[in-house]
């Protein structure tokens, strides 16, 4: 077997398993949601265990929740046990990740977590382990088989363990009305936290820089104003400044074969009309959606009368990094 196929191997282990374990997803997860909801509603918190390469996956799920406004922690299981302990309060949940449930440090731990008022949810794909025993709730994550060769390497049971988090994150999000102005407020730095904070407004090009014509302006004439603005487009307005649609370079190429006397003709007869625009507190990420959808290079500005006030060009996106 060549490396391609060893990898197309894993892959289909991989998401075999993952198929497997969402066709036995049951109440337990939903009761999970419901009951983490309800510790975090009364200033509860999310503590995740887990030994060797499950404390790997429970870093990430811990990472996952925070970020996603669900407050959640790593235990280290040891050392827990020589004091750190101190973390845990009356009405937290744990989420205990073990794929055989017979763990010794958490084996240790589990009658030392129980003198908590606490409630444990258990990732394990043993229901009669110790661990399944100990716990409130049990989510199954068992796999088939490993995806190495000699079906030891926790691999596939990993992949499993690690969707069952991403899928409790997602759906205490949807359960807690976190909004995408709440994941900004988690995000302030980098592309992420830039295209949700910043509104179109913030990086739109505007004065000088925002080609506007009258839609009784001739192409040649309206080719000067985009050439002076330094832009492949321009908004085209009624009388009433009001606008009525859009002339791009694009339009020029595509109309210039077939329309000899294209230079001399009026915008009105050559624009695009009703052009995507937005508002100007439109956030930039519903900008970064629009031009990936419709794959346009430049996008107006408009205000509460319709009239052109900005443009966004898809160009300033990297040096603004928020793409």
């Known amino acids: 077997m060549n490396h391609l196929d060893r ?28 009951m983490i909801v309800a510790c975090l509603r009364e200033r509860g918190k999310i503590v995740v265990l887990g ?12 990472a996952t929740l925070t970020s996603t406004g669900s407050p959640a922690l790593v235990l280290d299981s040891v050392d827990a046990l020589h004091g750190d302990l101190g973390i845990l309060i009356d009405g937290d949940v744990i ?28 990732f394990t794909a043993k229901a009669n382990s110790f661990l399944g025993k100990q716990s409130d709730l049990i989510l199954d994550v068992s796999v088939s088989k490993e995806a190495c060769p000699f079906n030891l390497a926790p691999t596939a049971s990993t992949t499993a363990m690690m969707a069952m988090g991403d899928a409790l994150a997602m759906a205490i999000l949807q359960a807690r009305g976190f909004t995408k102005k709440d994941f900004a407020k988690h995000h ?13 407004k913030d990086i739109m090009r505007t004065g000088t820089r925002n080609p506007v014509a009258l839609q009784s302006l001739r192409v040649q004439e309206a080719l000067l104003v985009m050439t002076e603005c330094r832009s492949g487009s321009l908004s085209v307005v009624g009388k009433g400044g009001r606008l009525v649609g859009v002339f791009t370079d694009g339009d020029l190429r595509r109309k210039m074969a077939h329309t000899p ?22 956030l930039v990420v519903e900008a970064l959606k629009i031009f990936d959808d419709r794959q346009i290079d430049d996008l107006i500005v408009v205000n509460e009368h319709h009239h052109p006030v ?10 603004l990094k928020v793409m």
């Open 7 to 34: 990898a197309r191997e894993v892959f289909q282990i991989e998401i075999e398993a993952l198929r497997s374990v969402a066709e036995r997803l049951d109440d337990s997860f939903s009761s999970a949601v419901e």
């Open 51 to 62: 030994i060797g390469k499950s404390g790997n996956i429970a870093k990430k799920i811990a």
């Open 95 to 122: 989420l205990a990740l073990s794929y055989s449930g017979e763990t010794e440090e958490l084996v240790q731990l589990l009658p030392a977590l129980k003198r908590f008022s606490v409630s444990i949810i258990a």
């Open 188 to 200: 302030p730095s980098g592309s992420i936290g830039r295209s949700l904070l910043l509104t179109v």
């Open 261 to 282: 006397d294209l230079l001399s003709r009026k915008l009105s007869e050559v624009m695009t009309k009703k052009p995507v625009c937005l508002p100007a507190d439109a």
């Open 310 to 319: 900005g443009i966004v060009d898809s160009q300033d996106l990297p040096k």
